[in-house]
């Protein structure tokens, strides 16, 4: 079924529009339920099975008490068919329904336990593959940590509410035994058990719905807290530079306090209505015998086997109860994550059909971009480049760059004009075809908890060792590898102290360099590299001449003496695109950075900024 249907919240809602939100809420979870039905048939028809042997075991208890209370035979009468047993049988048969029943309930406790760990590992699966499958800009609008709180605290939540929603109908069957064994046995007190444990669940609806509306809250400003968490993790070392200022601390106070209230307000109706449920229907059992002993109820075994089942009735109802409210609890819970697969799913990455195994020439043409509602990023952006160029591109901050790299990258689509490679759509190229071609080195060097083999190789089984190594002596990190403790088998993670900056800089290279690209993007490769290290990743991408369409993003012009042309982007626009040479005439951009990079290159000479 589909994720899209939407609950709406009103004010005051009837008993048709609670309907129409339980529906509704039914339909966006019951995919999570698609390896789960057969599990819930088995544990409806175990707990009604249960339900009437705990029936059957409690009328054999009070007409064993009775018998031998009074040193005779037992009598069991049941639908006007009366059977007596010795003492010895009718213990033997409650030791048999006792363990038959314990048998019974082990298994209906089990099947839930088995549907939430299906259910978490197939939610995770589908929740990672719509992220991953996802278009570029669904996860670049995401928030750090947004993700990360819907893997684990929505999951978690709707895995738990599987749980309690198999609890509700197993502890709400085993209810309907004991009180159709009631019915058989009195009757008229099962009806009052009946009519008013109903009104008294209608009663109890307002505070269930006000549970809800309170998880909703705090299920959202979970999320927000998990976002700021994140940030205090990404920002530690800043923090322990600037120092945790009072304004500082007081933003994450303050997101503890948003959670604060609907935490309080949530853990105190948990509690709240199931106890109220607990008092009202322990006065309805008191009421219910009252009947018992006003009517009749046959004889004193009866009449204890009646009490005793509708005690047992009440202590499922009240289970019932519990468990409706948590699944109110849970519910917010589960439309967030149905909401973020919604969400991921809704974008997924678009992917043509035409297989492509060579790239010999990229031409964008009038090619415009704007975000969404925004002002136009990028606008008639026309340049055409060749296999074995290396292009240079620079511009003041805020131009566009970033957003041409990720037209480059087939990141985001453009919103106007053509993209085209070989003389085809770029759009219409089989992703993989695309994936295994074009490679990406960012500004910001990440590495993921593994061996420098494994981040250099990223997941790809086709780059075998020799390729690794390969690879890293082309992006001049061969010989530092070697150099650390267990050589390419050290592990190195995001915040591994084991390589500097510049050594994690240059891993990354690595990584691109492995697959063999047609055409590689490195977005300012050299900003942590020493004098040094720069120069060994120039030759790097020099090498690359001829075979590789290399694309530079730069500021430093010492990085720019390798290629052979650049690309002036200013105001979103290519302003200019020519050699270097002959941009420091024409261009006054390029004209100004040139005259300032050089006195920077000279000791002692004033510096003044591009401004003046």
Avoid at 171 to 184: E, H, I, K, P, R
Avoid at 331 to 340: E, G, Y
Avoid at 482 to 502: C, K, M, N, Q
């Amino acid at each position: 079924m589909s994720l899209s249907t939407r609950r709406e919240g009103k004010p005051k809602r009837s008993v048709l529009s609670t309907a129409r939100e339980s529906v509704a809420a039914w339909r966006r979870i019951a995919p999570f339920f698609t390896k789960s039905r057969g599990k819930i048939v088995l544990i409806a028809v175990a707990s009604v099975v249960a339900g009437l042997l705990e029936a059957a075991l409690l009328t054999l208890i009070a007409a064993l008490a009775l018998a031998l209370a009074e040193s005779r035979e037992v009598r069991i009468d049941l639908i006007g068919i009366g059977a007596d047993l010795s003492i010895p049988l009718a213990l033997g048969l409650g030791v048999a329904l006792a363990v038959l029943r314990g048998v019974l309930q082990l298994w209906v406790a089990y099947l839930p336990a088995v549907m939430s760990g299906q259910a978490m590992v197939d939610l995770r699966t589908r929740l990672f593959d719509a992220f991953v499958g996802a278009a570029w800009p669904s996860k670049a609008s995401e928030r750090d940590g947004g993700f990360q709180s819907v893997m684990l605290n929505q999951v978690r939540a709707t895995s738990e509410t599987i749980i309690l929603i198999a609890g509700v109908i197993s502890s709400g069957l085993m209810f309907l035994s004991l009180l159709a064994s009631a019915v058989v046995m009195s009757p008229p007190a099962a009806a009052v058990i009946t009519v008013v444990s109903l009104a008294l669940f209608a009663v109890l609806r307002p505070l269930a719905r006000s549970l809800r509306k309170s998880s909703t809250i705090l299920s959202s400003e979970n999320i927000e807290y998990a976002k700021t968490t994140q940030e205090v993790a990404a920002l530690a070392e800043e923090t322990e530079v600037f120092g945790a200022s009072t304004a500082y601390r007081e933003r994450f106070y303050s997101q503890l306090r948003a959670v604060q209230v609907p935490f309080q307000r949530v853990r105190y109706l948990s509690g709240a209505v199931p106890a109220l449920y607990q008092s009202v229907a322990l006065l309805v059992l008191v009421l219910a015998l009252g009947v018992v002993a006003l009517l009749g109820a046959g004889n004193v075994a009866t009449l204890g086997a009646v009490v005793l089942i509708l005690v047992r009735a009440v202590t499922y109802g009240q289970r019932v109860q519990t468990s409706i409210t948590s699944v109110d609890e849970k519910l917010p819970f589960v439309h967030h994550l149905a909401d973020a697969i919604e969400r991921y799913e809704s974008q997924p990455q678009e992917t043509g059909r035409q297989s492509a195994d060579h790239i010999g020439d990229l031409t964008m043409s009038g090619v415009g971009f704007r975000y969404d509602r925004g002002e136009e990023v990028l606008r008639d952006v026309s340049f055409s480049v060749k296999m074995g160029e290396i292009i240079g591109i620079v511009g003041p901050s805020g131009a566009g760059k970033s957003t041409l790299v990720q037209l480059l990258l087939r990141l985001r689509e453009p919103s106007g004009g053509t993209y085209s490679v070989n003389g085809v759509s770029a759009s219409d190229i089989d992703r993989g075809d695309w994936r295994r071609m074009v490679t990406y080195v960012p500004q910001s060097p990440q590495l993921f908890y593994g061996s420098v083999r494994e981040n250099i190789r990223f997941f790809r089984d086709d780059i075998d060792d020799a390729a690794v190594e390969d690879a890293a002596r082309r992006a001049h990190i061969h010989e530092d590898i070697l150099r650390l403790p267990e050589g390419y088998d050290t592990i190195v993670g995001a915040r591994a102290s084991l390589v500097s900056g510049g050594q994690r800089q240059r891993i990354t290279l690595a990584r691109a360099l492995a697959a063999r690209p047609a055409v590689m993007i490195l977005d300012e490769p050299t900003s942590a590299l020493d004098v040094k290290s720069e120069e060994s990743v120039q030759a790097s991408l020099q090498e690359l001449a001829g075979e590789t369409v290399v694309f530079l993003v730069a500021h430093r012009l010492s990085t720019l003496a390798i290629c052979d042309r650049v690309m002036v982007v200013s105001d979103g626009t290519i302003a200019a695109f020519d050699t270097a040479e002959n941009l420091v005439v024409t261009n006054s951009y390029f004209s100004e950075v040139s005259e300032i990079s050089g006195r920077a290159a000279t000791p002692g000479l004033p510096r003044r900024s591009p401004r003046g």
